[in-house]
């Protein structure tokens, strides 16, 4: 959550306002006929900066409108210089503080538009030197002057602000960590909040040299919660529960998420009741549907009696609780808190800030200017994790795509409403624009992904263009290179073009190490996990100089790794440790459990590769079991390519495929089960149907770029049991997954 503060500015003379109202009143023109005098008072000077020449960052004259209050503001300060302190027309002290301020809160926006430098215009030269001066010279005058004293506070924030820009994230720690030492009772509650707020904004601020400390991060957030309820601000205090929530979340600390979450859930008045599934299975089920809430006006709060910063935390909440149960693998309790989230979009929640700015009314003292994730950035965040929330893949209209595509339509559009401020600069209009793209990149990673699943291969290309060109014409392709090449991997996997997949998921392995940032160790992860299922399913052509235990050993690293990776990788760990299992009961008892895994988190990609596996151990021993197994595998292979209206299901006499060759494979042991129960016409029947579905699979891998045949649907035969080809509803099916990791 962005809760960098803008320092609220030093009360405006009461000057202006006399001034204001002499100019509206029609008197007669002998009384305000003046002397000609072509040099302007300095408070005039201050009115016009302050009053007509600011214009938001998204404004063309935004520019030179900072040009010209820097030369208003420098004119101002010189004539008080030629005019001397006390004389007629001269700055009284309050307003020479206040110019001051102004003179470096007007240089910082010019020193985030890039105005600095080599390449600097005449008039933005030696912008810097200026705003230090400006700087020492108001803090001075707060030290000499007893009544200006609570203004010092301020100046140090701007300070503080002027050496985040620099990144000088060390010093600026410093700096306010010295301030906040200073602070007393006497200190209004604007200036405490401010103080600790842009120290937490410095606290989590990082670059190639210094990184975020989290733990002082969570320290201050601590004390300022406690200084928030001890002056009855409570929703400060709230705001402080959102916040370290996500310091966790962003830390990777999941252990203390969950506590956090519920908090953070229950001082912004969210409460969800889940109750317990009723047929005997897991109380975290795979419905998508809310849960029996408490009353609505207590899990969905009314947006009309709530503040613009109360609305504000609980849409950071809700998002992020929403992640974290996701994380978890606990759908059921995820869905209502999505729900709400949509609930309040749908209610205009984010026309309560548009512009990403809050005035926040404190219980004592003056207001305070709180600057938040802009509303735009809100909107396109719901449609992100709201597909990623829903990931059940199979189906007709899986919700996941669904939601991904109109997120992307609406990241799409040509011109984007996006208000700012005043108080906002040019740069924060480029982190806005920067977080904008990157959200659009994860859309189309994440929609790539489904359509791999879904074997909607000529869209998954598409889909991996599209994102190619985003992310070069961004300046981005650096971050996303890991990603893309994963998801080329998977692809080609797919595709059963084995060896480009064993390169990219190398590569993948290589750019999650060295991506410029941080490593990706769950694209790294997912890379591994690849490249381990490939040799297993290859052994023939990709096992390890002919020596099952260096393969083995590498399995249960990776083995070791997804342990380490938490809830997203348990029914991985369970599938390749079962590959490896001992005895048959010791490999039945993992499978078990990793079906349990995928049904729990709704993964029903990966839930058929197992149930395949499952089925096969029943075989010999268990027919009837073995065809009740295989006849699920069957319906999800259906279903994993299903098109979205029922006509298209039979094109040219063809059924729906699906997953091509996992429907071969399920098909070739019904025939084998038929044959041995000595029902020959069934296995006949099978045997035609399998044929169509080799036929696919041979399409499938002879299938040049873009070419869409052998994707959805089969020839068909008038022998072929009607049952094969029908797609199962969405109510037939539990949940999604796959050995591909998703990596959005």
Known sequence: MNTSNTPTRPPRPSRLKGAHKAKGKGRPSTTVAEPNNDTPAPILLISLVAGILSHPPDHPNHIPSLRASLDALRQCLALHTTLGSGSSGSLSLEQEMRAYGMMAEIGIKVLSAGLCGRNAPDWASGIELE???????????????????PHRPYFSLMRA??????????????????????????????????????????????????????????????????????????????????????????????????????????????????????????????????????????????????????????????????????????????????????????????????????????????????????????????????????????????????????????????????????????????????????????????????????????????????????????????????????????????????????????????????????????????????????????????????????????????????????????????????????GIIDMKAKLKAAIESTSRSQDNHLRALILALMANMYLLTASDHAQVVLKTCQQLAIGLGAPLNKEDELVNGGIVAGNAPLGLWVGEKFAELYRRNDKDEKADRQMQINRSLQDAVDRLLGREKGDTSGETTVENDDSMEVEVGAVPSRKEFQAPGHIMMDTS
């Open 161 to 582: 602000h002027l050496l985040m820009r620099q990144n000088q994230f060390k010093t600026c720690r410093a700096l306010l960590k010295r301030e906040i030492a200073s602070l007393t009772s006497s200190d209004s509650s604007a200036t405490v909040y401010t103080c600790y707020f842009t120290y937490l904004a410095a606290l989590l601020a990082s670059s190639a040299r210094q990184s975020a400390d989290v733990p002082n991060t969570l320290q201050a957030l601590a004390k300022l919660q406690n200084i928030a309820t001890s002056r009855d601000d409570n929703d400060i205090a709230a705001l402080c529960l959102a916040n370290r929530l996500q310091v966790l979340m962003c830390a990777g600390l999941w252990d203390l998420v969950g506590e956090a979450c519920d908090a953070a859930e229950a001082a912004t008045g969210l409460t969800f009741d889940v109750s317990p599934t009723t047929n005997g299975s897991s109380a975290v089920g795979t419905s998508d549907t809310p849960s029996n809430a408490k009353h609505s006006s207590s899990t969905f709060p009314d947006i009309a009696a709530a503040t613009p910063l109360q609305i504000n935390t609980r849409l950071h909440v809700l998002i992020l609780s929403v992640i974290y149960h996701t994380y978890v693998s606990q759908p059921k309790t995820a869905s209502p808190r999505l729900t709400c989230l949509h609930q309040m979009l749908d209610n205009d929640a984010l026309g309560t800030f548009p512009d990403g700015c809050i005035h926040i009314t404190l219980s004592s003292g003056p207001a305070m200017l709180l600057r938040v994730t802009h509303p735009r950035v809100l909107y396109e965040i719901a449609f992100l994790i709201s597909g990623l929330s829903k990931r059940d893949v199979a189906g007709r209209k899986p919700r996941c795509r669904v939601f991904l595509q109109e997120g992307l339509g609406v990241a799409n559009e040509e011109e984007k409403m996006v208000p700012f401020s005043t108080s906002n600069s040019t740069r924060d209009i480029q982190e806005i624009e920067e977080k904008l793209n990157n959200i659009k990149g994860d859309m189309l990673c994440h929609l790539a992904s489904i359509h791999i699943m879904r074997s909607e291969f000529n869209e998954a290309e598409e889909t991996l263009v599209t994102l190619i060109a985003h992310a070069r014409s961004n300046d981005s392709f650096q971050s996303f290179a890991p990603r893309i090449v994963l998801l080329q991997a998977h692809l080609a996997h797919a595709l059963g073009k084995t060896d480009r997949a064993l390169q990219c998921y190398h590569a993948a392995s290589f750019l999650s190490k060295s991506n410029g940032k941080a490593p990706d160790a769950f694209v790294g992860l997912s890379a591994r996990i690849g490249e381990v299922v490939l040799r297993l399913s290859s052994k023939d052509q990709y096992s390890i100089d002919g020596d099952d235990g260096i393969l083995k050993a590498m399995t249960f690293e990776v083995i070791s790794e997804c342990r380490r990776g938490g809830p997203p990788f348990e029914a991985v760990v369970k599938l390749l440790e079962a590959v490896w299992a001992g």
């Open 131 to 149: 705003i230090d001066n400006a700087i020492n010279d108001g803090t001075r005058l707060c030290q000499q002057i007893a009544s200006l004293r």
